[in-house]
T-cell receptor, first 112, second 112 residues
């Protein structure tokens, strides 16, 4: 029962570097999303997808790109990392019409 | 703009006491979720409330939903130290995007 798998769990970047956070789910969920969690801010939605080939912006999309080529995978790309992107990132999936989100274990990113 | 307001944001309790966390949301929704997060961990689903008047209980926690008042509550009965965690509510905005909007969380500390 893998559920939602995120990699890497920890990453340190320098300002301006790029990287991709990987997310995969094995529950055949149509909906996948990325959140960032910062102290005192709760969880804020970055991007989400309702199916392969369909993505949309959430509350805080600037500086991030996503794609959804398969049902299983939903990578999050940082094109040019900034210190403001230091955060914990959670990938989550859910069945389309009902049910709660299932979260990955999180990826802690530090941008120096 | 979709908003979720939780209060209190910080709650320090003694073991054995009762308390309630409140979650107000800004738009019509009949799907409300409660999550628990332990320090450094991911979010774990506690309750899914899918209709007005829904009440669910698990151990010392009970959640309810009043869609007319746009209010959900998480009641803690006879708190124990193991309940120390951050609790989030989230509501489903429905429509065609199925996004979940989270509150900022309530950090609960249960003291002996």
């Amino acid at each position: 029962n893998a559920g939602v798998t995120q990699t890497p769990k920890f990453q340190v970047l320098k300002t301006g570097q790029s990287m991709t956070l990987q997310c995969a789910q094995d529950m055949n969920h149509e909906y996948m999303s990325w959140y960032r969690q910062d102290p005192g801010m709760g969880l804020r939605l970055i991007h989400y997808s309702v199916g392969a080939g369909i993505t949309d912006q959430g509350e805080v999309p600037n500086g991030y790109n996503v794609s959804r080529s398969t049902t299983e995978d939903f990578p999050l790309r940082l094109l040019s990392a900034a210190p403001s992107q230091t955060s914990v990132y959670f990938c989550a999936s859910r069945p389309m019409r009902t049910g709660e989100l299932f979260f990955g274990e999180g990826s802690r990113l530090t941008v120096l | 703009e979709l908003k979720v307001e939780q209060n209190p944001l910080f709650l320090s309790m003694q073991e054995g006491k009762n308390y309630t966390i409140y979650c107000n949301y800004s738009t019509t929704s009949d799907r409300l979720y409660w999550y628990r997060q332990d320090p450094g961990k991911s979010l774990e689903s506690l309750f899914v409330l899918l209709s007005n008047g829904a009440v669910k209980q698990e151990g010392r926690l009970m959640a309810s939903l009043d869609t007319k008042a746009r209010l959900s509550t998480l009641h803690i009965t006879a708190a124990v130290h193991d309940l120390s965690a951050t609790y989030f509510c989230a509501f489903d905005s429905g429509g065609s995007n199925y996004k979940l909007t989270f509150g900022k969380g309530t950090l609960l500390t249960v003291n002996p």
